[in-house]
């Protein structure tokens, strides 16, 4: 029986939401601003909800893992992301885990290649 | 632009006042920002529809308000489990207690079928709305506590029924629970009894003094029974406490019953009926209270004896393991 088109939906997006922390951590290493940081998650072919993601950076600095800072660019104010240390390290730690768990995804569907 | 204000104003509205500037001025910048991009692109200025378009991308205010608080949810994953057996077991006793209601005012004449079931389900409904709410309020203050973080880090297996333990009725002991809770608020003066006299006319019976000096007693020996119930419904395992409360309320309502069988005469009828009729009924009512006290007395002594054959017996949380 062909999976619903809604179920698939819905199954990507879950399994997209876990990655979007990680492709948010790995992309401030560099600083960036709201606008510049989603222009580089499109580039690299994900795409966020325009609502989810400052709510989500919020999180990440209240967290400890980012910091900011309001600095002048292009005649207007805008907020600066970028990792802090903690960051770092748990972009780390969540990047072995992140290869760990593709490494067994890979060895489990083999067969299905 | 004024789209924009008007649409910022509306999700400010809905923000913490200490970060309400903060948030907003982040969100502004990325619509201007984003609103540049796009007439650039275009090589002209947006019009009124593709500012709007523009900003619906965003989304509702009242969501994108919302994503900034820390609490998403009213109650989260972990806890709703819980929160549904909760209401599960309210909405029994609800159900129980309302269906013993309708039914002793069909019982005792009070009222037909009709008006009874329509009366029932009227309060079964405001009642069920009033205790769904509340537990739902419950659950959101235990939630803001770490429940149920703790209880799912502390449970044992262990304390799970063995497989061989008689498992209670759950509507057998949902009802009991129901006649339980009904007791203690008719105790309290809280709803009404159900009574066969209440429908001859010119008789009162007046309760002796009697009751009101053994009235907190009664009180705390029905809660103690109605803890009795829940845990035998909930939570069969805790035998120790079953058996300790079973044999207190049975040493306590034999007590009781004896306090009570000394007064000796324990209701007055009174009212316009003839003397000798009034004396007839009032002799009538207090020998069948006389009787009824006695009866009481030798079941809960028969109940107190087998508790406290089963507490001696009883070997409480031996398990067996049958070798295969």
């Known amino acids: 029986m062909p999976v619903d088109d809604d179920i698939f939906e819905k199954l990507r997006v879950e399994l997209r939401r876990g990655s979007l922390v990680l492709a948010v951590l790995g992309a401030l290493r560099e600083e960036r601003y709201g606008y510049t940081l989603r222009q580089s998650l499109e580039d690299a072919g994900l795409l966020i909800d325009e609502g989810a993601l400052y709510p989500l950076l919020r999180r990440l600095e209240s967290q400890g893992l980012l910091i900011s800072e309001w600095r002048e660019e292009a005649k207007r104010t805008k907020r600066f992301y970028r990792l802090s240390v903690d960051g770092t390290d748990t972009l780390a730690a969540l990047l072995h885990e992140w290869n760990a768990i593709s490494d067994s995804i890979l060895r489990l569907t083999e067969k299905d290649k | 632009m004024d789209l924009i204000d008007r649409y910022l104003a509306a999700i400010a509205r809905r923000l913490p006042a200490d970060k309400a500037d903060d948030i907003v001025a982040e969100i502004r910048d990325d619509l201007l920002t984003r609103q540049e991009a796009r007439e650039d692109a275009l090589g002209r200025p947006l019009d009124k529809s593709e500012v709007s378009a523009l900003i619906k991308d965003v989304g509702h205010p009242l969501v994108v308000a919302s994503r900034y608080r ?145 009235w907190w007693p009664v009180l705390a ?76 007395g030798a079941i809960t002594v028969f109940q107190c004896l087998q508790e406290l054959w089963r507490l001696a017996t009883s070997r409480p949380g031996m398990i067996t393991v049958k070798a295969i």
């Not at chain 2, 599960?88 to 009070?110: E, K, N, P, Q, Y």
């Not at chain 2, 309290?188 to 002796?208: A, E, I, S």
């Not at chain 2, 300790?244 to 069988?261: Q, R």
Request: charged share 10%; hydrophobic share 55%.
């Open chain 2, 70 to 214: 820390p609490q998403q949810y009213l109650i989260g994953p972990d806890a709703f489990p819980f929160f549904v057996a909760t209401l599960r077991i309210v909405a029994m006793v609800l159900v129980l207690a309302f269906a013993v209601t309708a039914a002793s005012s069909v019982v005792f004449g009070h009222a037909d079928i009709a008006h009874a079931l329509g009366r029932a389900m009227s309060n079964l409904f405001s009642s069920a709305m009033l205790a769904f709410g509340t537990v739902a309020v419950i659950f959101y203050a235990l939630e803001r506590t770490g429940f149920p973080a703790d209880h799912l880090a502390k449970w044992r297996p262990q304390d799970l029924p063995e497989v061989k333990d008689k498992q209670p009725n759950v509507w057998g002991s949902a009802f009991e629970v129901a006649i339980g809770v009904y007791f203690i608020l008719w105790w309290c003066g809280l709803v009404p009894f159900p009574t066969y006299y209440g429908n001859v006319k010119g008789l009162v019976l007046l309760p002796d003094p009697v009751w009101a000096a053994v």
């Open chain 2, 221 to 296: 020996l029905m809660v103690a029974r109605l803890v009795y119930n829940l845990i035998q419904w909930l939570r069969p395992r805790w035998k120790a406490v079953l058996a300790v409360l079973s044999v207190a309320t049975a040493a306590g309502g034999l007590g009781l019953a004896y306090v009570i069988y000394q007064a000796g005469h324990w209701l007055t009828a009174s009212g316009t009926l003839p003397a000798d009729q009034l004396a007839d009924i009032d002799h009538g009512v207090n020998i069948g209270i006389h009787w009824a006290i006695v009866a009481v």
